[in-house]
């Protein structure tokens, strides 16, 4: 009769370990899920601002200028006015940035 109640037993342990696994996962998933939405937005945002820094590499005062860029299956436009550099990802608008004054040298 001992084996009978030992099956029992390690099928009851057997239980008990999955249950503490299965809540153990069911709390720690949404904390990662958080964390790669958070990384995900931070990498937008990298890439919107390298986008601005590339603009303003080959912005001209005169005219308006529209330029497109692609990365990673995304469209971004950039549209160069005389004071002004926009940087449209996806149809809305993420970085913008105004001209001051400048000084230039010949």
């Known amino acids: 009769m001992n084996t009978i109640r030992e099956e029992g037993f390690v099928l009851l342990e057997s239980l008990v370990s999955l249950s503490i696994l299965v809540l153990f996962v ?30 303003a590499l080959f912005w ?5 200028k529209k330029e497109s ?14 004071n002004a550099i926009t940087i449209i ?10 001209i001051q004054s400048i000084k230039w040298t010949e």
């Open 26 to 55: 069911g709390a720690v998933l949404p904390f990662f899920m958080g964390v790669f939405s958070i990384r995900n937005l931070a990498k937008s945002q990298v890439e919107s601002t390298r986008f601005l820094y590339e603009s």
């Open 60 to 64: 001209e005062r005169e005219g308006v």
């Open 69 to 82: 860029f692609h990365s990673n299956g995304v469209e971004v436009n950039s549209l160069h006015q005389s």
């Open 89 to 98: 990802w996806e149809g809305e608008e993420r970085v913008s940035t105004k």
